[in-house]
């Protein structure tokens, strides 16, 4: 992976990850609460396709997804560049790019 790749990568993992981790872990807290989460955590293989996304993900897929907050101050060149970076992959780019293999 390229410097380029990593950077774009690394910015997108903080957009799509960190970013929702506070909810991902109140998720996960109604899940213990309701008792959902012993079970899930015992017998993941059951739940594998409740939580995962086994399709193609296009570019036009991660773009949408992109959700940039305008009061973060992100440089707008930087958002158009990634955007424009995206835009350029390849179907193996896009698996390479979201870290999954066909």
Known sequence: ??????VTHAVMQHESLYKVSTL?????????????????EKFP???????????????????????????EGIDDILLSLTHKYI???SKDGMCTYNNYKK
Do not use: H, R, W
């Open 87 to 89: 835009k350029s992959l």
């Open 1 to 6: 992976m390229s410097n380029k790749d990593a």
């Open 24 to 40: 991902l872990d109140q998720f996960k807290e109604g899940l213990n609460k309701m008792g959902v989460l012993p079970v899930i």
């Open 45 to 71: 293989e059951l739940f594998v396709s409740m939580f995962t996304f086994t399709g193609d993900v296009s570019c036009e897929d991660v773009l949408a997804a992109l959700y940039v907050d305008p009061e």
